[in-house]
């Protein structure tokens, strides 16, 4: 298109335009400073947000995270690949803890069994207690785990034994465990789940934040939540009564909740109970005080070979039928099947296969006790999995806390009657374990214990939510992030504050604990942080850091650096007003403080795996 020309003697469009400009010049100037403020206010919105692409000098050091992933061992199963890992304890010890679990961070724990019909189990101390200041005769006899209920209920003088034969009339002592009225149980179990949906369950742990799932699929009563086809050998003894191993669930809970938490998003684990089965052994699991006051105990761990035929064969059809993710035994296993000599259904066969085979990028748990046996191993599996208790020093290696939101794994009507979802832990002292536990390069496993209709009670879901909330906005900072202090390095429960880092080292966080951000700070309300305990940062572009906002938003804020340490001037009015709930301030590491992080990685430091 060819340009207008203008006639002669008429003024230029450019001549037109300036004295237009000249006759109104209030118009002109509010809308220039309206355009830019609105320059302005997009440019901010987008350093703000975070979540631009690429991460320059001006935008926010947040790294978006999602906590979903395909199946791990779907993917394997669908392209397979032939591992090389032998059943010796050289080769399966090589094997690493895959990057999905550590970036996690956040597992659900589910115990749902027959212990769940009676659902009941006393609250007057929890596991943690146990050798601080509760003995194992106490804890046995008032044990706080509902799944323990069949073996409880049997210890004279315990709360369990006295609300059994109040609710179902029945003496424990008179009555052989074949007889029991706890074998009915899995009638009742069977006619409660008629309204299970295994999807309602899903949404509700992907709506949490988690990353993976473990499920019980036998806890220590022996009832299966599977049609299992491996025959129990001592069938003949039980004399076919309902609730004996002879009948598991009749619905498939273990493969319907499997294909539920990975059409989620999830990856699926898988818990067995390989070191006690009372079906096997009922000799009752408890101390007692000998002469010398010294606290005897007798697990009733069978250590039969028929017992480690059928527990093999059992995990062997747990692994093919729906590869787990995870394989999480709990106890200990029956000797003659830690022995590789014991044939395909052994420790170390089962080992292989799973790594080979079934899912490479799998873990298993360090519950097995393959380091005592008759031929012990020095290793014994991927991960430790303390319960109810906490680590205190930085670990080298992932490890996973494993704990119920209340005192219980199962579920107890005595908690849920509480008032006030008092008997359970709340969402901030729930984000705390969290945060802890991520800076100190583990993970938590955290329980619910349905009821035996399939609902998990709403103080649960309510704890599960808040965290799923607080991750949304905050879970850049602990998910896909290694901890930022040294290993070896010991946290403080009294710290109100813990650090951690992306895997790259560029990126920083600071996670201030809700109920401590006082505490974090001096007198002139300003933060100090990065003192003696953990390594110096130094701060990349102007020596700033940003508070992160709920919903991914952020607010500048200065920092003053020196040899003791770095101060941050937080204004009060821009902390997330969450009361207990941690908050985060996050940093651009400079290069000179990667070149630092770097060397750890690289073999002159102590890396993180």
């Known amino acids: 298109m060819s340009r207008r020309r203008e006639k002669p003697g008429q003024p230029s469009q450019a001549m037109r335009r300036r004295a237009w400009c000249k006759q109104h010049p209030v118009i002109v100037i509010v809308t220039g400073l309206a355009v ?23 935008s926010l050091p947040v790294r978006p995270f999602n906590n979903t992933r395909s199946d791990v061992c779907q993917l394997a199963f669908a392209s397979p690949v032939t591992g090389s890992f032998r059943p010796e304890e050289s080769s399966l010890s090589e094997h690493k803890t895959p990057t999905w679990f550590r970036s996690a961070r956040f597992g659900i724990f589910i115990h749902w069994g027959l212990y769940s019909v009676p659902g009941w189990a006393e609250t007057r101390h929890s596991f943690a207690q146990y050798g601080k200041g509760v003995t194992p005769v106490e804890h046995f006899k008032h044990n706080p785990y509902s799944e323990w209920y069949l073996n409880t209920a049997r210890l004279k003088d315990s709360g369990a034994r006295r609300h059994h034969k109040l609710t179902y009339d029945e003496d424990t002592e008179a009555v052989h465990p074949s007889q029991w009225y706890y074998q009915r149980f899995s009638k009742l179990f069977d006619k409660s789940l008629e309204k299970w949906d295994p999807n309602a369950w899903a949404e509700v742990f992907a709506k949490s934040g988690a990353g993976y799932v473990v499920l019980t699929t036998k806890h220590h009563d022996g009832f299966c939540l599977w ?32 294909r539920a938490v990975r059409a989620h998003g999830l990856q699926m684990g898988l818990y067995y109970s390989g070191g006690l089965d009372w079906s096997f052994q009922w000799n009752i699991d408890s101390c007692f005080d000998d002469p010398s006051k010294k606290a005897k105990c007798h697990p009733s761990v069978p250590h039969s070979e028929a017992y480690a ?56 748990n360090k519950r097995w006790n393959l380091d005592h046996g008759m031929s012990p191993w020095r290793w014994s599996g991927d991960i430790g ?73 709403e103080c649960q879901v309510a704890v599960l939510d808040g965290v799923g909330k607080w991750l949304k906005s905050f879970g850049s900072a602990i998910l896909d992030t290694v901890p930022y202090a040294l290993t070896g390095s010991v946290i403080e429960p009294e710290d109100p504050v813990r650090y951690m880092q992306s895997p790259d080292h560029s990126v920083v966080y600071v996670i201030v604990l809700g109920n ?29 850091a940003h508070v992160i906002l709920p919903g991914g938003a952020s607010h500048a804020v200065a920092v003053e650096q020196n040899d003791s340490g770095m101060s941050v001037f937080v204004p009060w009015s821009v902390v997330p007003s969450s009361g207990r709930m941690p908050w985060v301030i996050s940093f651009f590491a400079s290069r000179a403080t990667q070149s630092v992080l770097d060397c750890r990685d690289q073999g002159t430091c102590t890396a993180f795996v």
């Open 385 to 457: 999995t303390p319960e109810y208790s906490q680590k205190q020093k930085v670990q080298a290696n992932v490890y996973e806390v494993c704990r119920g939101i209340g005192k219980s794994f199962g579920f107890n009507r005595v908690e849920e009657e509480s008032k006030n979802c008092e008997a359970y832990m709340t969402v901030g002292e729930t984000l705390q374990l969290l945060v802890t536990t991520a800076a100190l390069n583990g993970n938590v496993l955290l329980d619910v214990g349905p009821d035996q209709y399939g609902r998990i009670p």
């Open 309 to 364: 035929r059928y527990a093999g064969g059992q995990l062997e059809e747990l692994i093919d039928s729906y590869k787990p993710a995870i394989l999480w035994d709990d106890i200990d296993w029956p000797n003659p099947g830690k022995l590789a000599s014991f044939g395909r259904l052994s420790l170390p066969q089962l080992f292989a296969h799973y790594f080979n085979k079934v899912c490479p990028d799998g873990l298993i």
């Open 36 to 58: 830019i403020l609105f320059i302005a206010f997009v440019h901010s919105r987008r350093r703000l947000s975070g979540f631009d692409k690429g991460f320059d000098s001006e």
């Open 227 to 258: 049609p299992t086809k491996v025959k129990h050998p001592m069938w003949d003894k039980w004399a076919g009564k309902e609730g004996s191993p002879r009948h598991p669930s009749k619905r498939d809970l273990v493969g319907e909740l499997s």
């Open 516 to 544: 401590k951000t006082k505490q974090a700070a001096t007198s002139s309300g300003a933060l100090r942080l990065f003192k003696d305990t953990v390594p110096r940062l130094h701060v990349a572009h102007s020596n700033r």
